[in-house]
Structures are given as C-alpha cells and as structure tokens.
C-alpha cells in the first residue's frame, strides 16, 4: 500500500525528537503512553522525566506505596491511570517475571492495559504488527475515507480497527509507522485547521478532495456541561488542617483533599456550610478563601472555600490528618487541595 509506506517515509523525516521514541524499552513506552492519554506532549514531558527517574524499572514501580505514585502524579489528573500502571506493574512481576508479553491476548490480561495500550507497547517496542487507534488515528481515518459513520458508533469502531490492521500489516517497520500514524494526527492532521497542503496523504484524502476535511470527523452531541457550587471546609487549628482521604467511588480516589459540602446553588452551599458549623461546637466559621473555578469531566464546579476554626481536640486516623501546610504538600493531593493551600497561603 503506497499511502503507508509515504507515511513512514514522512514520519523519518519530520518526527519530533520526543523522549519516549529513543528508546524500545517496552516499559518506558507503556509509561509515556498512559500519560499520553487526554494529556498534551508538552503537559507529559516533565512528568515523564520525573517519574521514570523515580520508578526507573518495572520492578521500582511494583514495590512502590501507591501514595507514593499518586504523589508523582498529583496535577497530571486522571489518577485512575496511575493507580493501574501500579496494579499493573505488580501484576507483571508477580505473573510474568517482570516482562511484558509478546503476544496481544496475553498482554490484554495485564490491569490497566487496553487494546490501544497493547498495540503500542507491541508495535513500538517490539515491532510487531499490531493495530493502534486513538483519538489521533480516528480523525485521519475519518477525514481520509471520508467515513460518515459517528466515531463513536459500532460502525466506526470496528471500521478503525479494521482499517489500521491492514494498514500496519503492509509496513515495512510497525513501530515507525504506528508512530508516524499517531504523528500525523497530532502535527498536521490536527481538530482544527489542518494542514493539508503539508500532508503526505493530502492527494488521495477523500475529505481534503472535497473540500470538506473540516467537518470531519462526525461526532455525537457532547454531553451538556453540569454546574455545581463546590465548599471546601478548611478546619484550621493553629498552623495545621484537616485533610481528609478520598476513598473508591469518589472523584480523586487516594488522592487527599479538604472536606466539602456540594450543591446545585449558590445559596444552598452557604446555607449547608453555615448548618454545620452551627451544629458543631467546637468550630467557628472565620471566612472565605478566593473563589475559583474547577472543571471535573463534565461538571463546571464554582469552588467557595470557607475557613473553620477548631476549637477541639485533634486526631488523625488512616483517612483523616491534621498536617501542616508543608506536611500537606508531601501528600499526594488533588489538584484542587493544591489550589486551595495555595489561596490559603496567600492569605
């Protein structure tokens, strides 16, 4: 097939000197694609950097406290990824010797490891031709055959799939075209304003001969955004505050945070942090921190935090300690614990 192979010609020419493409080890290319997932490059970078530095084998990972990878993580977001990549890392140990299969179905059963992760992991480190599709791979293929089903139909998922098998079995070399795939949808191939006429597919790409590459990919409606009104409790007793431990279920799961109240409105927040304060002897509501804004999935959150004086004893247990401001910092925290030491600092 002539389109893959002036694709790979392409990517040799144009790749970007990332630092997860100079090396074939299969276990820093699992750890550069889980970060890599919703996250822009220049996001990853650093934490990248950091975190092999850190868990430097698949063995360092495994023996790792899960705060501790948590921590490494904090501000990257979607924490649950860290938490696989741990799950996953003893899985390897225990089950395989610390090395990563060769085969698909038996790389499928390690946690954390889906069909997109286990084709790159295949495909980049070890050559072999197994399919990818991400969000990058969607819109070439969409925009190049011009697809009409929705990506997210069963139609579009199996044509995807489908199509970037036959296109990866005819490459001279998996590993640089998977990558010079993914590449393209990144550089050229971007959501908006592609740049078509620098598009070593742009002569045979159906939506570009019609001028419509712009509409393309089809998508379903978005999910409507949700508004809450969200109230950190920020007890304070002397130099210390109360953190608590979010647990499964909740956004930010083994991540710490401050405890909240949550409402539909603004009124109602303020009447919930006023109730409890009332029905607790031992507090007195002193004020507010800034206002923020946070955005959680689809959820726009006006965040209010309100500091609380403690008057009472104090004890920590496993899922609620009273830290100092330093001592919170060495915690893994939300992004929006973070914020909210911040603005307490500030004040």
Known sequence: ???????????????????????????????????????????????YAR??????????????????????????????????????????????GGKFPKDRQTLLTVPGIG??????????????????????????FSRYYRLEAQLESKQGR??????????V?????PRLFNQALMELGATLCSKANPHCALC??????????????ALYPIRKARRPME???????VYRKGEKVLLELNGPGEWW????????????????????????????????????????????THHRIHVSPFVLRWNGKTSSSGKRVWVSADEARKLPLSSLAEKVLRSLAAN
């Open 253 to 296: 799961t083994g991540l710490w945070d401050f405890p909240h109240v949550a409402a539909s409105s603004e009124p109602e927040l303020r009447t919930q942090v006023h109730q409890r304060a009332s029905e607790e002897p031992r507090v007195r509501l002193e004020g507010e921190l800034d206002r923020q804004q946070h955005t959680v």
């Open 158 to 167: 199996e044509f995807f799939w489908e199509t970037a098998a036959k296109w």
């Open 115 to 140: 069909p997109y992760t286990a084709g790159a992991i295949l495909s980049i480190a070890f050559d072999l031709p197994e399919a990818i599709v991400d969000g990058n791979v969607q819109r070439v």
């Open 227 to 233: 508004t809450l009104w969200w109230g950190p409790l």
């Open 169 to 173: 079995e005819r490459a001279a070399s």
């Open 51 to 96: 975190f092999l530095a850190r868990f430097p084998t698949l063995e360092s990972l495994a023996q790792a406290p899960e705060q501790d990878v948590l921590k490494l993580w904090a501000g990257l977001g979607y924490y649950s990824r860290a938490r696989n990549l741990h799950r996953g890392a003893d899985y390897l140990v225990k089950n395989h």
């Open 200 to 213: 070593p597919l742009t002569l045979s790409c159906k939506a570009r001969k019609s001028g419509v590459q």
């Open 1 to 47: 097939m002539e389109v893959v192979g002036k694709l790979s010609e392409w990517y040799e020419r144009v790749a970007r000197p990332l630092p997860w493409r100079q090396t074939r080890d299969p276990y820093a290319i699992w750890i550069s694609e889980v970060m890599l997932q919703q996250t822009q490059v220049i996001t990853v970078l650093p934490y």
